[in-house]
């Protein structure tokens, strides 16, 4: 009798361990011999998974028994034909006896001639997808465990600036790319946006552009299933650049303007000072515009602070922006050139702290390994003063990038008079919203608030 085999392999790893296509052909092949069968066509799958029914080549054995061109199907095991109970059974009794299509497997009894071997088949499908669930189970927890030890997982889905260096089982920086990324981050410090930077840097899309400037794996990090662990391999950004480029990410999100118009000078940062709502923009007919309290407008009802009673008035643009103009100016050139820093961040001081009390308590386990007794009672007082220690100091590191935001904000105002004249508004705009929080307005006065610097 005439029939066809089905082999499938998901990985190079199972050919290792004895059911590589080789292996299954070779028993296929004796199988068929001393049951008299004559095999037709070979329907191969190499490198798909056993879980779903997305195989081109099953596929083409399903259309060929559904047209009734085969009359006898021959696998090596059950689980190479489905390794999903509901798949495997669908297959069985939906393809190949809706179809007169005789099914068997080398190495696993399959039939459906009686109520009792149709039950057996169907367990041996439940324990397919067993084998498959718990391989998997065992899959991920190795993977974790390695994870945890900062080793990439490997795969194909290599973060841009890194290739895979299997026999280390580490990321390894591709230096081009590297140079790309950092000079993509400081441009997006200085205010670029993704679009620009894919432009002047040349990322293949924006896409590309934000994973890559917002991706913790260029910092040594390595991101799984929800949570971040530290990488073994060596990272492409600054630590402390790449948390300021995600604290402006944040504050540009939060004041977005639009894409498409090009921003006024103090988009985003005008709100009333009798309300406490936003003030907007709006053009008349003249061509200029006015700012007008949001309350004003019936339909921004859901904003904070929306009062329908407001009597704010409105102003003409140029009247307020000349006001903040002049003013921020004159802070600028007031600033002092030099702003003194301390010898030692209060971060630093902390850690050098702990040093010295780690080194202490190194010197009491020896007085204690000697014999001294005496030293017990030290030991676990200053065991307990470290731990705190490095508890201040993990609430300390997560407070240094307000420090390098308030150096960011006296930058960038320090600055403001000797560019003013040859930027344009969107830059002044971008420039205002890094060192002004509120401009306030009440009835055309305006009060600037400040970022702190």
Same mark, same amino acid.
């Given at each position: 009798?005439?029939?066809?085999?089905?082999?499938?392999?998901?990985?190079?790893?199972?050919?290792?361990?004895?059911?590589?296509?080789?292996?299954?052909?070779?028993?296929?092949?004796?199988?068929?011999?001393?049951?008299?069968?004559?095999?037709?066509?070979?329907?191969?799958?190499?490198?798909?998974?056993?879980?779903?029914?997305?195989?081109?080549?099953?596929?083409?054995?399903?259309?060929?028994?559904?047209?009734?061109?085969?009359?006898?199907?021959?696998? @090596?095991?059950?689980?190479?034909?489905?390794?999903?109970? $509901?798949?495997?059974?669908?297959?069985?009794?939906?393809?190949?006896?809706?179809?007169?299509?005789? @099914?068997?497997?080398?190495?696993?009894?399959?039939?459906?001639?009686?109520?009792?071997?149709?039950?057996?088949?169907?367990?041996?499908?439940? @324990?397919?997808?067993?084998?498959?669930?718990?391989?998997?189970?065992?899959?991920?927890?190795?993977?974790?465990?390695?994870?945890?030890?900062?080793?990439?997982?490997?795969?194909?889905?290599?973060?841009?600036?890194?290739?895979?260096?299997?026999?280390?089982?580490?990321?390894?920086?591709?230096?081009?790319?590297?140079?790309?990324?950092?000079?993509?981050?400081?441009?997006?410090?200085?205010?670029?946006?993704?679009?620009?930077?894919?432009?002047?840097?040349? @990322?293949?899309?924006?896409?590309?552009?934000?994973?890559?400037?917002?991706? $913790?794996?260029?910092?040594?990090?390595?991101?799984?299933?929800?949570?971040?662990?530290?990488?073994?391999?060596?990272?492409?950004?600054?630590?402390?650049?790449?948390?300021?480029?995600?604290?402006?990410?944040?504050?540009?999100?939060?004041?977005?303007?639009?894409?498409?118009?090009?921003?006024?000078?103090?988009?985003?940062?005008?709100?009333?000072?009798?309300?406490?709502?936003?003030?907007?923009?709006?053009?008349?007919?003249?061509?200029?515009?006015?700012?007008?309290?949001?309350?004003?407008?019936?339909?921004?009802?859901?904003?904070?602070?929306?009062?329908?009673?407001?009597?704010?008035?409105?102003?003409?643009?140029?009247?307020?922006?000349?006001?903040?103009?002049?003013?921020?100016?004159?802070?600028?050139?007031?600033?002092?050139?030099?702003?003194?820093?301390?010898?030692?961040?209060?971060?630093?001081?902390?850690?050098?702290?702990?040093?010295?009390?780690?080194?202490?308590?190194?010197?009491?386990?020896?007085?204690?390994?000697?014999?001294?007794?005496?030293?017990?009672?030290?030991?676990?007082?200053?065991?307990?003063?470290?731990?705190?220690?490095?508890?201040?100091?993990?609430?300390?590191?997560?407070?240094?990038?307000?420090?390098?935001?308030?150096?960011?904000?006296?930058?960038?105002?320090?600055?403001?008079?000797?560019?003013?004249?040859?930027?344009?508004?969107?830059?002044?705009?971008?420039?205002?919203?890094?060192?002004?929080?509120?401009?306030?307005?009440?009835?055309?006065?305006?009060?600037?608030?400040?970022?702190?610097?």
């Amino acid at each position: 009798m005439k029939c066809v085999a089905y082999m499938r392999v998901s990985t190079e790893k199972q050919a290792e361990e004895g059911n590589g296509l080789e292996s299954q052909k070779r028993d296929i092949e004796n199988y068929c011999r001393k049951n008299e069968l004559i095999i037709a066509d070979w329907y191969v799958d190499e490198g798909y998974t056993g879980s779903n029914m997305n195989r081109p080549e099953l596929q083409r054995l399903i259309t060929d028994c559904s047209r009734k061109k085969v009359n006898c199907v021959v696998a @090596f095991k059950l689980d190479r034909i489905s390794r999903s109970m $509901v798949d495997g059974i669908y297959i069985i009794e939906k393809v190949f006896q809706s179809n007169n299509v005789a @099914f068997k497997c080398v190495h696993d009894s399959i039939s459906y001639d009686s109520p009792m071997e149709q039950a057996y088949t169907q367990m041996m499908a439940v @324990f397919a997808q067993l084998d498959k669930n718990t391989m998997m189970l065992r899959m991920r927890g190795g993977m974790l465990e390695r994870i945890k030890q900062g080793y990439w997982w490997g795969g194909g889905n290599t973060p841009y600036c890194y290739r895979y260096d299997k026999e280390q089982g580490i990321l390894i920086p591709i230096q081009e790319r590297a140079e790309q990324a950092r000079k993509a981050l400081e441009l997006f410090i200085s205010g670029y946006s993704d679009a620009k930077i894919k432009e002047i840097c040349g @990322f293949k899309s924006e896409l590309v552009t934000r994973k890559v400037l917002t991706g $913790v794996v260029n910092i040594g990090m390595i991101p799984y299933k929800g949570n971040i662990y530290q990488g073994k391999h060596k990272p492409i950004f600054d630590k402390d650049r790449f948390e300021l480029a995600q604290e402006l990410r944040k504050s540009r999100c939060s004041a977005k303007i639009s894409c498409f118009t090009e921003p006024n000078l103090l988009t985003g940062l005008c709100y009333c000072g009798v309300c406490g709502c936003k003030m907007r923009y709006q053009k008349w007919s003249n061509g200029n515009h006015k700012i007008y309290c949001c309350s004003r407008n019936k339909g921004l009802k859901y904003l904070p602070n929306y009062n329908p009673n407001c009597n704010n008035s409105l102003e003409w643009a140029d009247d307020i922006e000349k006001q903040v103009t002049d003013e921020i100016l004159k802070i600028s050139l007031n600033l002092s050139s030099y702003k003194p820093k301390a010898k030692e961040t209060k971060l630093e001081i902390m850690q050098s702290q702990l040093e010295r009390e780690q080194t202490k308590l190194k010197r009491l386990y020896s007085l204690y390994a000697d014999g001294n007794d005496t030293v017990l009672e030290m030991i676990k007082d200053l065991e307990s003063q470290i731990s705190k220690a490095k508890e201040d100091i993990s609430v300390e590191s997560k407070n240094a990038i307000n420090t390098q935001k308030k150096e960011f904000t006296y930058q960038n105002i320090k600055k403001l008079a000797d560019v003013w004249d040859n930027i344009d508004k969107k830059q002044k705009n971008f420039i205002l919203k890094t060192i002004i929080d509120k401009v306030i307005i009440v009835n055309g006065n305006v009060e600037i608030q400040l970022k702190n610097f």
